[in-house]
């Protein structure tokens, strides 16, 4: 741990020091005579008074120079650790890591210019490596040495997610707003595509004192085109895929080939022309191979500029249809409008087949959507009991009939209770964002999680169920519950328009089929719509091993995974669990791979600006190092023994000849 | 008239012997014989006196003393003892009163006066003439003051004086005396400017010791710049000569203190040596060696039965003075 000062600057007056040692070198020698009666008394005495003389004169000076040096020491506030204050320069590299940088030698050239443009640094420099996808992380926090830093930075790859620029440099500009140095700079390492810097709000300037470096649009590619997901359906024949291909470049010819499982030799292989800037659909029909109950794709096209988004990955594996049971709408309701939604999204992975409720034993495979209060009185309330025990799941909308109450209150230990209504007053906030639910809600936008109003609403108690969403007021929405009465994700509120507009509004169908698909166990997305590197991917267990099959993270260990999980690179994936296996396709996501750059001019030369910093800011910044400083006040100490050199100085100096 | 009544009247006779204050002492009263308490001499106000005459007047007069009495008793006027007739008594000494009254035929027995002489000795190197800050006296001031007052002391008490001055040899020398103009002589001699030459004491005060005569009182103002060890053989043979001696050793306040501050260069007053120095750092040294000095004449003096003062010029000398009445009355 190094000493660092407070305030450096008292450290000049150690210069005082000079004083002492001219005045010793200077000192007055004696030129007054004194007529004294008789030396012979003097004389026995001067050569011993001669040498301790000496000794004395050089430890009075040694003294002096010590107690101004300590003297200045006290004043600079000595302490140890890290100098908050006093760095010499605090840079941040914001690294746009999203795949467009895997063109040619776009990374090494960007890598070598934010190198020299951190330069090379000195002990007390801080560099921070902040990477901007799939969201602002940071890869080395800003205390990080320099060296070590940097030494990261030579490391690093490109990911395969898409990345935003304008997050990532306000954080890593609030962040050195925050930070005490002399020069604050953020260095972006990135190639200025034009899907980076969408939306970014050019005229909100950083914090004063930040100051920004930016590397030149690279050049255009020449050959830049990229495989979309495809779909793959099974045919009395095969396979039959669609293949989205597009172009960003000029008019160009591409080879397709496509390969099954891990073979490495292509099973089908042709030619693509492709228009300038045009997306073309490719057909592709593939042989059944002996492929029992599922098989994988791998759609390459010959490399380009940009080979990083030149495969796409699909996924075919059998699924029987799934079954939910509606039970009658309730009375009174105009409208079916959760079976409206089923049928709407029926259509949509994992397939499912609505039926009403049975009068018989409710087959324990399928998911139980229920908003009437009959179908928690009599019989077929024993046979909810019996499905829920037997391992189905259900969808329960909270009307406020007395029999669902109580059977929520006695079996699912829910004791539902009314909110106060006036008017639509009641609204949804508090999303629990990583439930994999609302994550799939919110993957396109947050909006979708605003203006849940309703005009009646019972608020579930919090230590029954998992939230999933609050009231505005108090208590639970949307809650979760795996007890003994099974699996039952519950609605604290009906979907019912005499109750709320909610059921017409744009959200409700997803709610209602990611619901049902969530309580399935399946992912929304399969074989028709393949996820996207990183977002989340809802897996059908608790707890199952995860691998690779393909793409670039295969051939990395297994690992066990649960309920949901983010890749981070493309490919074919396998959830085994239990005796069962479920295949994902991951693709990456279709704007980063347009290479088009920013075209009009460069605004982010405008983010900087040249207020001067806060005084109070600094004051702020600080006392980091203040509070270091005050933890070991070393200070005392020193004035401590400069008190003790002053001492020794003035009786020693009484003794000596000045 | 009494003897101190005709002494008295004989100073005022003289204008230089007049008295410029007033006397503290009736004659009366040193006729009592009572030891009389020192009075307290502001030194500043003895420096003041510009001559030596009116130094030694102030000096005797505030020592108080008068006429003593001898320890020899015969047929004089002051009583001293009764004692029975012997054969071969002088019959006129009978106390024929007492013998009518008791029957007993006894001798009267008074006090003898007999004269002292007393040869006083001044060091007049040139390191007497040291002051260390105007206003003192110098060494040699305060011991001409001193020797002078002896000298009128002793000229009150009929007794002879004689003077001496020392350098590195006898300088000058006036044999004791009781005649009247002797006291102006020894005045005059003390008067006489120092020449500047190195100490020499054993050798001068041997030379000394050789000239004055038998049971004689050798005062001896000095600083005594000497060895010690040689000055014990001359005290020796004044010892075997049954000379008597009261050495007054004169110090400079800055010579027993050593209280300079300011870091010089000290000459030595009597030689052309010379010495950088700082004196607070050598003061503790010096300081010890002075006091061994002081220490050691201090045991060569007083192993011969001899008296050694230490008088410092600023302070009071009158212990001198009475130190010398002690000895006048115990060799009387």
Redesign the interface.
Known sequence: MSMNWLFPGFLLGTAAIALPILLHLLR???????????????????P??DR??RL?RWLVLLLRCAALALLAGTFARPFFGANQSGQRQAVVVVIDNSFSLQAGPRWVTLRRWAREQTGATAPGDKVGLLLMAPRPTWLAPLPTRGDAALALLEKLTPGWETAQAEPALRLAADTLAATAADRRRIVYLGDHQRVSWAGCDFGKKFPPGVKTVFPDVPGPMARQAAVRPPTITRTSTGFHAVVPIQNFTAAQNRTLRVYRDSAMVSIQQQTVALAEGDTQTVPVDLPAGNAADSAYFRFALDEDDLPADDQAYAVWQTSSERTVLLDPLPPGSAADYVGAALASAAALEPAVQVVPTPATAWPSAAIAVLRNDASFAGDAARRLDTFLHGGGSALIFVGGGSAQMAWLANVARIKGRALPTAGESLELRDWAVDHPLVAGLAAHSVRALLNWKFRRGWALPVDAVEPLAFWSEHGVAIGETSGNAGHILVCGFAADRRDSEWPAREMFVPFVHRAVAYLLGAQTGGSAQPARVGESLVLPAETGNWRALAGPASGTPASVAGRSITPSAPGVYEFGFGTERKLFAVNLAAEESDPAAWSDGTPWLNLETNARVPRATVSQVALASVEAEQRAPLWWWLLAAAAVALIAELGLA????? | MSAGEKIAAEDAADPALSYPLRPRRTALARHAGARPALAPLDMAELAALGSLPLRARRLADAVGAGRHRSRRKGPSVEFADYRDYQPGDDLRRVDWRLYGRTDRVQIRDAYEETPLRVQLLLDVSASMSYSSRPGLLTKLDLARSVLGALALLIRRQRDACGIGLLTDDLLQYLPPSGSPGRLRAVWGTLATPTLGTPTALAVALERAAAVAPRSCLLVIASDFYENPSALAAVLHRLHFERKDALALHIVDPAEEDFDFTDPAEFADAETPARLQLDPVAAARAYRAAFAAHQQALTEVFRGRGFDYLVLRTDASPLAALAAYLARRAGKA
Do not use: G
């Open positions: 007055r020698r004696p030129k007054r005579t004194v007529l004294f009666p008789s030396l012979r008394f003097l004389t026995a005495a001067q011993q008074n301790s003389q004395r009484n003794r000596t000849t000045r």
